[in-house]
């Protein structure tokens, strides 16, 4: 009689926590494949308009990759730190430019205890005023125009009121 005592206490626990009123999940935003591919896309437009060599990668928000893309004549980096600077602003839910000021000043260095990328270059997707995945470029120069070139072509811009 002991034994089965144990289990059933455990599971009217269970149940009560979940009658009692407190959520027992959450609707999250989440990037889909398709919009990562079109965010990639524009990013790589805005690239070659730009005359400029990258590699793009979109992240869900648990750092995921979705969708990613080199293009010929990068460097033998530039893949690589697309995809770390799309997890990391993915992971810290903010640029990756914010991050690398945070460690040159030395006001946060915790990007780097925990082994993240904090290099400019990766944003924040948002969607509905939640962070929905990140974008990460790799490259020699305007990255963070880039990846906003690439969020700029999937998500609507929100008016200011909706941001906040």
Request: charged share 20%; glycine share 8%.
């Amino acid at each position: 009689m002991r034994k089965l005592f144990i289990p059933m206490l455990l599971c009217a626990s269970v149940v009560a926590s979940a009658a009692d009123g407190q959520a027992i999940s959450i609707d999250r935003k989440q990037v889909s494949a398709a919009a990562a591919r079109k965010m990639v896309d524009a990013c790589l437009a805005y690239a070659e308009k730009n005359n400029i060599v990258v590699a793009v990668a979109v992240v869900d928000i648990a750092g995921v990759l979705i969708d990613f893309h080199a293009m010929q004549g990068g460097g033998p980096t530039v893949a690589e730190t697309a995809i770390l600077k799309a997890k990391t602003a993915a992971h810290w839910q903010r640029s990756t430019a914010i991050l690398e000021q945070d460690v040159e000043t030395h006001r946060n260095d915790a990007s780097l205890w925990i082994r993240d990328f904090p290099k400019k270059g990766a944003l924040p997707i948002m969607i509905g005023g939640q962070v929905a995945g990140a974008i990460g470029v790799g490259g020699a120069q305007k990255q963070e125009e880039c990846a906003q070139a690439g969020i700029d072509a999937v998500v609507p811009k929100q008016p200011l009121a909706a941001q906040r």
